[in-house]
């Protein structure tokens, strides 16, 4: 069972249980999932009804445990700074998840978040495109571009990171070059006038290179 | 005692004394491969893990220099890490330019154009698990003798056991969580830098060199340092 917390409410929970216990962390502000949101990191329970979680978490471990839930673990959705939810995986018999599951729900969490940013910038790439621009998340240079971008536009990095993977997408370039071209200070985002939303990011670029494709039509859908 | 084993002894006193409880793990690594660069005589080093998609990222250097981000990148696809990884064996290349091109041929003509002439991986395992790799590499060729190759080695399995916190480590999940906090912290550390460069107007490089800076005089966190920098609370980072 897998539920995907936003910052504050859940967004999908898969079973009754798991979404009654996604509404108690969240009404609580008490859990492995509100930890990880809050920047512990990787929470991994095995057992809520043991010592440790039930000090760390005294009135949702014990809840848990009382109907039936023995395992929690939360995985931030999340790069650094972007923090947009966490992604809470429940089970029922004690014990540890073990590294391949482990390994499978990170993969997840990552999933997970290009998804919602993608979302965000309302990029509907489908599965091939973001498989494509998945795993240049990691590169050192994206990430520097989305601190860029952030103070160019005063937004939060998680925001600059949803402008920079939609202006890739429509412009149909890497996400790592169009990155690489914001921390070569050849391209600058700037401010979108006309106050709308997401959906035109293909107009906010402003300083783009002469030889970019800036006038590849809007939406590319 | 030499100069240099004095100097091996203090570095490991002083690896030593930053590992304790709640430490800054990206601020060890850095201190390290900082020293590596010093005691094994080389030009650079970098230290770079696996994440849980088998992707090598690059978690500390000595230098922030681009060039050294673009070549740990590289050897996702090719490259001495890449196969010290595989194979959890040291890979050495003592002159890039006899026989580097064969072996990688998009590798090595881009750590040449980086100015590197010799090249060194080393394996950073835990028991039969290889978490990453070091990277060490000269300015001239030549071997790093077998002495150097020992040091360094040890140094990257120090590197091993600050990342995967001894007490833990019998955990794979615990692995995976440490690994993955790391990872995590340095995208953190890149993001501010991102933030610090628009802010001042100066490049990746020197935002980094501030943000390292600022975290030695005020005595805190690297990670801290960087997300106080990205969520605006700290301003005041700039050359004194």
Redesign the interface.
């Known amino acids: 069972m897998v539920g995907a917390t936003g910052a504050r409410e859940p967004v999908l929970a898969v079973g009754a249980l798991c979404e009654e216990l996604e509404e108690l962390q969240s009404t609580l502000g008490q859990g492995p999932g509100v930890d990880a949101a809050a920047?512990d990191?990787?929470v991994?329970v095995p057992d809520l009804a043991d010592g440790p979680a039930v000090r760390r978490w005294p009135v949702f471990a014990p809840a848990a445990a009382e109907r039936g839930m023995r395992g929690l673990f939360a995985f931030?959705v999340?790069?650094?700074?972007?923090r947009v939810g966490v992604l809470d995986v429940y089970r029922r018999d004690p014990g540890?998840?073990?590294?391949e599951l482990?390994?499978t729900a990170?993969?997840f969490a990552?999933a997970v978040l290009v998804v919602v940013l993608d979302e965000r910038g309302a990029v509907a790439g489908g599965p091939d495109h973001r498989r494509d621009a998945m795993?240049p998340e990691?590169?050192?240079?994206v990430?520097?571009?989305?601190?860029?971008?952030?103070?160019?536009l005063g937004i939060q990095?998680s925001e600059a990171l949803v402008r920079l993977r939609a202006y890739a997408y429509v412009h149909e370039r890497r996400l790592a070059d169009v990155a690489a071209d914001v921390?070569a200070r050849r391209l600058r985002f700037a401010p979108d006038r006309r106050g709308t939303d997401d959906t035109a990011v293909g107009s906010e670029m402003m300083d783009a290179p002469p030889n970019s494709d800036h006038d590849h039509p809007e939406g590319g859908t | 005692m030499s100069t240099t084993d004095r100097r091996v002894r203090e570095t490991f006193v002083e690896l030593a004394d930053t590992l304790v409880d709640d430490y800054d793990v990206l601020g060890f690594l850095d201190l390290l491969a900082h020293r590596v660069v010093e005691l094994l005589d080389v030009d650079a080093c970098g230290v770079v893990l696996a994440d849980h998609h088998g992707t090598l990222n690059l978690v500390a250097a000595s230098s922030e220099e681009t060039r050294l981000l673009e070549l740990s990148q590289l050897q996702n696809s090719e490259g001495p890490c890449l196969d010290a990884f595989r194979t959890g064996r040291p890979v050495s290349m003592d002159d890039l330019t006899t026989g580097g091109d064969q072996r990688w041929p998009r590798f090595a003509p881009a750590a040449r154009g980086a100015g590197y002439a010799a090249v060194h991986a080393l394996p950073m395992r835990l028991r039969e698990v290889v978490i990453g790799a070091m990277n060490v590499f000269g300015r001239a060729p030549g071997s790093l003798g077998s002495e150097s190759l020992a040091l360094g080695q040890a140094m990257a399995d120090v590197a091993t056991i600050g990342i995967l916190h001894e007490r833990t480590t019998r955990q794979h999940e615990e692995v995976a969580g440490q690994l993955q906090a790391a990872l995590d912290s340095r995208i953190l550390v890149e993001q501010a830098k991102g933030v610090l460069a628009e802010r001042l107007s100066v490049s990746v490089d020197d935002a980094f060199a501030l943000l390292r800076a600022h975290a030695r005089s005020t005595n805190s966190k690297l990670r801290d340092i960087a997300a106080a920098v990205v969520d605006g609370t700290l301003t005041d980072v700039r050359r004194r």
């Open positions: 920047g990191g990787v991994l931030p999340a790069a650094g700074a972007a540890g998840l073990g590294a482990l390994a990170l993969a990552d795993l990691r590169r050192a240079e990430h520097q571009a989305a601190g860029m971008v952030s103070v160019q990095v921390v």
